[in-house]
């Protein structure tokens, strides 16, 4: 069983930036596609960004491109979102995830995809 924690949510001005990690239990999970979905209550979840296990291959939603950074430190077992001129819209629960698939070469968006959830970092951005 892996476990995802994320941290660095907050409150932040629109226009401002704020950097979540994501930390994993397990070494293992080197191997696995990681992404970033967001979800504000009572609306379906959504995809963010997604990092292949290597780092090589990103994939980004359309909404957030230029904007936000996905990376990761495979050393430290992390992943990284970098949130840049952060919008009201922004404002979600957002959650970690890890893939399925070993060493899949394939950044997915779909949520299906991802086996693993953390429990969330709420982002809310001010008008």
């Known amino acids: 069983q892996v476990h995802l924690e994320e941290s660095g949510g907050g409150l932040v001005q629109a226009g401002g930036s704020l950097r979540l990690s994501c930390a994993a239990s397990e070494r293992t999970s080197s191997n696995y596609a990681k992404a970033w979905f967001r979800q504000v209550p009572g609306n379906e979840r959504e995809f963010v960004a997604a990092i292949i296990y290597s780092g090589t291959n990103t994939r980004y939603a359309d909404s957030v491109k230029g904007r936000f950074t996905i990376s990761r430190d495979n050393a430290k077992n992390t992943v990284d979102l970098q949130l840049n001129s952060l919008r009201p819209e922004d404002t979600a629960i957002y959650y970690c995830?890890?893939?399925?698939?070993?060493?899949?070469?394939?950044?997915?968006?779909?949520?299906?995809?991802?086996?693993?959830w953390g429990q969330g970092t709420r982002v809310t951005v001010s008008s």
């Open positions: 995830a890890q893939s399925t698939f070993y060493r899949r070469d394939h950044a997915s968006p779909f949520a299906t995809d991802y086996q693993y």
